[in-house]
């Protein structure tokens, strides 16, 4: 994993930002949500994923292409979770003054 | 902690363009992981010896295959590919080297180039008796047959590379070893090769022994040519030690008293025994022909030319019975055609001439004819046959050692003996009358032993 981390870092800084954007945006975003149950279906696919990635059960490319997406949806929720939070704390301070 | 769930459920637009990403990243990236991975798996086997060996990464699995000397060698090999950061899984291929029963390796050598083949134990083991064979052999073309086996006896290396030099001694042949029996044939380059192989063959390392030893001798010979336009007799070839060499050479002067011998013998171990009793006997019937070459090759005579009578070319074709035993003779002779007839007084002056350059020899106070001057004898017979009408008279003459009884008896019964060698020639007995004058009519002084050896002499008169 620390070798992927640091042959990807770009793309993976490249998820980070992204996730900070989407997280930023999010907080004040009037859209619709995705349901509860759709977001547990998610979760339990992502969960999937990677218990498939632990016990390298695809082969080759493959298996290589699902590290990689696992490393960067995973830099990406970082970074979502990163830019959620400051905006919140960036809205609310701004709500107090 | 409660937000961040709410605002998480409104993150997933941002997963489209993630996506995205995703692929893009996946496009660009494989290669290079892929080619970094190779490079860093092989990096990681540098120190370990292995055949074969392949490398073949696909995303991050490796499949490793290559044939390993040792099963801990293998199994560490595989271990150090596993290790390789960023490697996911190994798929191992890796096998053991076949092990060979009989561990067979040989030399063989032609005329133009060296072949190695069957097994060696180790790359490096290969590489260094290929390397060792171009140094033995420089010039000599090495071709690598070698394969990589395991099952070598111990100490393979030092036998093989001792047997690499011993492929150097050889014309043509073949070197082999069988687990630890050594086995060799073919013919030695030069004299004394064969010998020299089997003294190194001692050196083998413990646990080796030689099961056959099959290497031949070239030829031994022994070469003479007597070239009548030159007057030069040429000796080349070779003679077992510097002792015979100079008995050869004294008695090869004594012989062809009248040729300038060329002596190009080399000494060298080899020689058949009896070869020093062969080549006197062969010369003497060489210092009897006109023109003519002897080869002596191992036991064998070949001696052919022109003889210069009928009977003498009688007596050379015998040569084969004077031979010691285990010797054959090979013997072409014809006769030279006889030269034009002569005044008598040019008789006399053929006879003088030729007794000038050299004497008729005998035993040592015996009226028995050396053998060394056969060759003289023979150039007798052919003057005197050249002038049929003339009488001679054979005059024998000692020094003034001895008593006077004696010396007169000795000188009649040698100048009788030199009659009767004309005689047997063929020439009639009525032409010749031996006269002894013992020491009556001395040419030189008796003083001096130049003068005595002067002194006794056979002097042949036309009358």
Redesign the interface.
């Known amino acids: 994993m ?3 981390a640091t ?2 870092w770009g ?1 993976l800084v ?2 980070v930002l ?2 900070f ?3 930023w ?3 004040v ?1 009037r ?1 619709q ?3 509860k149950t759709t ?1 547990r279906w998610l979760s339990l696919l992502v969960a999937v994923l990677i218990a498939v990635a632990l016990a ?1 059960l695809v ?7 699902l ?3 696992l490393m ?2 995973a830099a ?2 970082v970074g ?2 990163v830019g ?2 400051l905006r ?1 704390w960036v809205v609310s301070r701004h709500v107090a003054a | 902690m409660h937000g961040l769930f709410r605002w998480s459920s409104k993150w997933w637009p941002g997963l489209i363009p993630l996506a995205i990403l995703w692929i893009v990243a996946a496009w660009t990236s494989t290669a290079p992981l892929e080619a970094d991975l190779a490079a860093r798996s092989n990096a990681s086997l540098k120190d370990t010896i292995l055949d074969k060996r392949r490398i073949e990464v696909d995303g991050r699995d490796v499949t490793f295959s290559a044939d390993a000397f040792s099963e801990d060698g293998r199994r560490s090999s595989v271990a150090s590919v596993e290790a390789t950061p960023g490697v996911r899984l190994v798929h191992d291929e890796t096998r053991l080297v076949p092990e060979a029963k009989p561990f067979v390796w040989s030399a063989e050598r032609d005329v133009v180039r060296l072949t190695l083949g069957g097994s060696t134990p180790l790359p490096a083991s290969k590489n260094r008796l290929t390397e060792a064979a171009r140094a033995a052999l420089g010039g000599v073309e090495v071709v690598d047959r070698m394969g990589l086996a395991r099952g070598a006896p111990p100490r393979f290396d030092a036998a093989a590379l001792l047997l690499i030099d011993q492929v150097g001694k050889l014309k043509d042949g073949k070197i082999t070893i069988s687990d630890t029996s050594v086995s060799l044939s073919g013919m030695a380059r030069e004299l004394g090769g064969r010998e020299a192989i089997a003294a190194a063959l001692k050196n083998l390392p413990e646990g080796f022994s030689v099961a056959a030893n099959e290497v031949k001798a070239p030829p031994y010979v022994f070469q003479a040519n007597k070239d009548p336009v030159a007057v030069t007799l040429t000796l080349t070839g070779y003679v077992p030690d510097n002792s015979v060499h100079a008995a050869l050479a004294t008695t090869a002067g004594r012989k062809f008293f009248n040729e300038k011998v060329v002596d190009n013998l080399k000494a060298s171990v080899g020689a058949a025994p009896g070869f020093a009793n062969a080549v006197t006997r062969a010369l003497g019937a060489l210092s009897r022909l006109s023109t003519g070459s002897l080869v002596v090759s191992d036991r064998e005579v070949r001696l052919s030319g022109d003889a210069l009578y009928d009977a003498a070319a009688g007596q050379i074709r015998g040569l084969a019975r004077e031979l010691p035993q285990g010797w054959t003779a090979k013997v072409e002779i014809s006769v030279k055609p006889a030269a034009a007839p002569v005044d008598a007084t040019v008789c006399q002056q053929l006879f003088s001439e030729l007794l000038g350059k050299g004497k008729i020899r005998f035993e040592a106070g015996r009226a028995t004819i050396d053998p060394d001057s056969a060759g003289l004898l023979d150039r007798l017979v052919e003057i005197a046959q050249r002038c049929p009408g003339a009488s001679i008279e054979i005059a024998g003459h000692t020094d003034a050692d001895g008593e006077d009884g004696f010396n007169q008896a000795l000188s009649e019964k040698r100048a009788q003996a030199v009659a009767d060698y004309l005689v047997k020639a063929g020439l009639p007995a009525d032409r010749f009358k031996a006269v002894g004058y013992g020491s009556t009519q001395p040419v030189a002084t008796n003083d001096t032993d130049e003068g005595k050896a002067q002194n006794r002499r056979i002097d042949f008169l036309v009358r």
Do not use: E, K, Q
Not at chain 1, 59 to 65: E, L, T
């Open positions: 620390m070798f992927l042959f990807h793309w490249g998820a992204l996730g954007a989407m997280g945006i999010a907080v975003h859209g949500g995705v349901s977001a390298h082969p080759g490319r493959f298996g290589y292409w590290d990689l997406g960067l949806f990406y929720l979502c979770a959620s939070w919140d």
